[in-house]
């Protein structure tokens, strides 16, 4: 869309990520102050569309322009990544909270690739028998409080092979992961497939009841359709 003529497209990020990648756009970094701060927003830049391209466990978030979209008039589209699917060899324990993957874990110690960010890894602390790897974009702050953990900052994509490599040198055999959907982070799902890992897998909440695309290509033909010349 930056070099579409047609649009004058901004994007706000929320600013929990340290050093975001530039966007050809112009940008905003911050909070809007909740739904109201949105409506607000929307108000005053003479917003047309709003797309809700948000992490699909940033619920909050995608309340708020749920809310701020039905106040002001505003279009609105959300762009959900479809969710992984179980498929034959996956062993997956279902949750639907990163509390209850906690008690998951169970009491025997065990060795665990922790790949849900840095926000809710603190939850964790309570149950300091096992051992951790924790891999994030930006550093857990404060520091975990747990005797036996290993930090790994990177950013996705990662492959499969990679992954694969990762969970064998770090002799993981459970990995705590958010179903986020989407190919950049899917390669330690596959990697735990083929080496036999549970995953335990915190599955989304209901989201926010508005039109939604699955792709970018569907947001963009839902963006040309709703923004066309009458």
């Not at 990648?21 to 970094?29: D, E, G, S, Y």
């Not at 008039?73 to 699917?85: D, K, Q, S, T």
């Amino acid at each position: 869309m930056a070099e579409d003529v047609r649009y004058d497209t901004a994007i706000s990020l929320a600013g929990r990520t340290a050093d975001p990648r530039p966007q050809p756009v112009k940008t905003r970094i911050g909070g809007f102050g909740g739904a109201d701060g949105l409506a607000h927003f929307l108000h005053d830049e003479n917003i047309a569309l709003l797309v809700d391209a948000t992490h699909p466990f940033a619920a909050r978030i995608s309340h708020n322009a749920a809310d701020a979209a039905q106040r002001t008039g505003v279009a609105l589209i959300a762009l959900r990544r479809p969710e992984w699917v179980l498929l034959p060899g996956d062993r997956w324990t279902a949750v639907d909270s990163v509390v209850e993957a906690v008690s998951a874990l169970g009491d025997r110690r065990r060795r665990v690739f922790l790949a849900i960010g840095r926000q809710e890894a603190f939850h964790f602390e309570v149950a300091p028998q096992h051992s951790y790897v924790i891999r994030s974009v930006d550093p857990v702050t404060p520091p975990l409080n747990l005797p036996d953990q290993e930090a790994i900052l990177a950013t996705g994509p990662f492959a499969e092979a990679d992954e694969a490599a990762l969970l064998r040198s770090r002799q993981i055999d459970v990995i705590v992961a958010k179903n986020s959907g989407g190919s950049a982070t899917y390669g330690k799902i596959a990697a735990a497939r083929r080496l036999g890992i549970e995953v335990i897998m915190v599955e989304r909440r209901k989201p926010a009841d508005v039109p939604t695309v699955g792709s970018c290509d569907e947001a963009l033909n839902r963006i040309a359709h709703w923004l066309a010349p009458a």
